[in-house]
C-alpha cells in the first residue's frame, strides 16, 4: 500500500490528545482570571480577553495584526504578563514560551490563583509617620 500521509493512526490520536489537554488548560485558565472558559476557544476574541486577563488594552491587538515584528514581541510580553497575573516569574514565563505544551497545563490545572492583572503589581505605600 502506498500511503503519503506521514503519521500513523497512534501519532494523530496523541496530538488530538495534547490538543484538547492544552485546549481545557486554557479553558481552565481564563476561568481562574474570572473570564468565561468558552472565550479561550474563539479565534481573535480569545486575544481580546487574554489582553484584559493581564490588563492591556484591547487596541494591542491591532499593532500585533498590522505592525510586523510587533506580534512576536508582544506575544512574548504578554506572555510575562500572563505569567506575573498568577504570581510566577521569569523562570515560569520562559517555560511558557519554550515548553508550553508542559507549562499550560501546569498553569491550568494547578492551585496557581490568579493575583489580578499581572499581579497588581502596586508601589508600595510609605508608612506616615
Do not use: C
Not at 510586523?68 to 515560569?92: D, E, R, Y
Request: charged fraction near 10%; glycine fraction near 10%; charge should be neutral.
Amino acid at each position: 500500500m502506498d500511503h503519503d500521509f506521514p503519521f500513523g493512526p497512534g501519532a494523530i490520536s496523541f496530538f488530538i490528545f495534547l490538543a484538547i489537554v492544552y485546549i481545557v488548560a486554557q479553558w481552565r485558565i481564563y476561568q481562574k482570571a474570572g473570564k468565561p472558559g468558552w472565550a479561550s476557544i474563539i479565534p481573535i476574541y480569545n486575544i481580546i480577553v487574554l489582553l484584559e486577563i493581564i490588563g492591556k488594552p484591547w487596541w494591542w491587538l491591532l499593532l500585533m495584526i498590522f505592525i510586523p515584528g510587533v506580534n512576536i514581541v508582544f506575544a512574548i510580553w504578554m506572555t510575562n504578563l500572563l505569567s506575573k497575573s498568577f504570581g510566577q516569574g521569569v523562570g515560569f514565563t520562559l517555560g511558557l514560551i519554550f515548553l508550553g505544551f508542559i507549562f499550560y497545563p501546569i498553569l491550568g490545572y494547578s492551585n496557581m490563583e490568579y493575583q489580578g492583572p499581572a499581579g497588581q503589581q502596586t508601589i508600595p505605600d510609605l508608612e506616615k509617620e
